[in-house]
């Protein structure tokens, strides 16, 4: 049976919005699910070399005053990291990451090696709307 | 199964998903299910009251038998079966 497909719009570029879309992934590489990921805008900023799982670089999407408690609960939980979330479902299921090329640009990264290993390639918005089409669950973070 | 039973089940693999948070016990779960036979039963302890329904379900969309939970002190024990 062909495997059910998740594609991800990854708009965020913060810590909250990224550690959630990490447990979301580990949900779908359960399932045995193929995911695509497509990192737009803010999304990009995160994946660069020098951000990546540096939280002290990362902004809260809610809730700002709340980040020093939010951070230190998770660390308390021994909850992954959301890099260590993506890493994970790599592992375990077929995880593409897709840098969209504009929001690379925006950061000052054009080429992939700009950005942390957890990113396949770099692509254009023909390819996020051809595998939006395509999948079986659609979410945009 | 009723919890006598499931106390009394022959388990082949223990998962100690404990020190985890969802989606940890579930990860835990399907990483070990590879290593186990068809027929063979598997445990999952855990804290986490996500993984009460979380397995269920995870069981049910791959076939697996989901056989209960057993509560212990501050943990239980989630049972089910490989297909």
């Known amino acids: 049976m062909e495997p059910k497909k998740l594609c991800l719009a990854l708009y965020t570029g913060s810590v909250d919005k990224l550690t959630a879309a990490g447990v979301i992934l580990g949900g779908a590489a359960a399932d045995d699910m193929k995911v695509d990921i497509y990192v737009l805008l803010q999304g990009a900023r995160a994946f660069r070399k020098d951000i990546g799982d540096n939280s002290d670089k990362l902004p809260m999407a809610e809730n700002a005053d709340l980040r020093e408690g939010f951070l230190q609960s998770l660390k308390n939980l021994k909850v992954k990291t959301w890099v260590e979330f993506f890493k994970e479902a790599k592992a375990i299921t077929d995880v593409k990451i897709h840098i969209c090329g504009l929001a690379g640009k925006v950061w000052g990264g054009e080429k992939l090696d700009d950005f942390i290993d957890l990113a396949d390639d770099i692509c254009g918005i023909s390819a996020y709307i051809t595998s939006a089409q395509e999948a079986d669950v659609n979410l945009f973070i | ?83």
């Open chain 2, 1 to 83: 199964m009723t919890t006598e039973e499931l106390k009394n089940v022959v388990v082949a693999k223990s998962v100690d998903a404990r020190g985890t948070a969802c989606p940890g016990p579930l990860l835990e779960a399907k990483k070990a299910i590879g290593t186990i036979k068809a027929g063979d039963v598997m445990e999952i302890l855990s804290a986490d009251e996500g993984t009460k329904s979380d397995i269920p379900k995870w069981c049910g969309k791959q076939g697996h038998e989901y056989l209960g939970a057993v509560e212990e002190n501050g943990y239980f024990k989630v049972y089910m079966k490989k297909k």
